[in-house]
């Protein structure tokens, strides 16, 4: 099993290096490409850093538009012109197919990292740090920082409780624990605003986006009797519908937070069409 100080020695040595999140990323695995991309930089200066996500065409999502990039984060053709890598790591990506357009910079590169921690990982890296019982990646993140002696900066807190909160539903989800709330505190004594950070993630929608929200709830449906009496809520989210209301892809990622509130459910599904369907 690979372990924290395994994958900071490769990240340490590592002189061209290109950090991966997966396509239409969140912010554990964006804020976690980030903040380790940020923190290895300072460690070794002379490291060429470059972080992306494998979406074409190339956008970075509404809601993660406050995080810190740094000068790091650049587009699939520009993360191929700025190559080859000696180090590509993963953050968050559970399978090598979710890497997109920069897939073959993966396959291409001399030495490969995956940071993760989904179950359904395979282990497709040479190194892999795969930790189902994390909360959230940016956990992971932040261990390997601290094996790099890296300083815990403003931005790369920023970058990690960003993560943090996407992945615990702001501290409401079961897998959230005591070294969640530790991790945050310590995030939060760096000084930075956790409040605005929470607000421009979840809270700043156009009224557009409200009017799709409504649509889409207008639709749902319950199957009290589903998953052996669990019962699951669902709806979805056509590209026309966005498209009439001029909204990106991303803007249906809120629907799912309305959604499982439903009482009668245990789980709750979107439906989200992609532009190219």
């Not at 191929?80 to 180090?87: C, R």
């Amino acid at each position: 099993m690979t372990t924290v100080a395994e994958v900071a020695a490769q990240v340490a040595a590592a002189r061209r290096l290109l950090v991966l999140a997966h396509v239409a990323p969140d912010a554990d695995s964006l804020g976690s490409a980030l903040a380790l991309a940020m923190a290895a930089r300072d460690v070794s200066p002379a490291t060429q850093v470059v972080v992306s996500f494998g979406d074409e065409p190339f956008a970075v999502p509404r809601m993660l538009q406050s995080l810190p990039v740094s000068g790091l984060l650049v587009g699939p053709q520009d993360a191929a012109a700025a190559g080859p890598y000696d180090l590509v790591v993963t953050c968050d990506v559970s399978s090598k197919q979710r890497l997109g357009a920069n897939e073959h910079l993966f396959d291409a590169a001399a030495a490969t990292i995956v940071i993760d921690h989904h179950a359904s990982n395979p282990g497709f890296g040479q190194l892999n740090l795969i930790e189902p019982a994390a909360p959230a990646n940016t956990m992971l993140v932040l261990a390997v920082i601290d094996a790099l002696g890296a300083p815990l900066t403003r931005d790369i807190a920023h970058a990690l409780y960003a993560g943090l909160i996407t992945d615990t539903g702001c501290f409401k989800y079961s897998a959230t624990t005591a070294a969640t709330h530790e991790m945050a505190a310590r995030l939060m004594a760096t000084g930075i605003d956790h409040a605005d950070i929470a607000r421009r993630m979840y809270d700043d929608e156009p009224f557009t986006a409200v009017h799709m929200l409504g649509q889409a709830l207008s639709r749902a449906a319950l199957d009290v009797t589903a998953l052996g009496g669990r019962g699951m809520v669902w709806t979805a989210v056509s590209a026309e519908d966005r498209a009439n209301l001029g909204l990106s892809e991303d803007a249906a990622e809120r629907v799912i937070d309305a959604l499982r509130i439903t009482t009668e459910a245990d789980v709750a599904a979107v439906l989200k069409q992609s532009d190219d369907l």
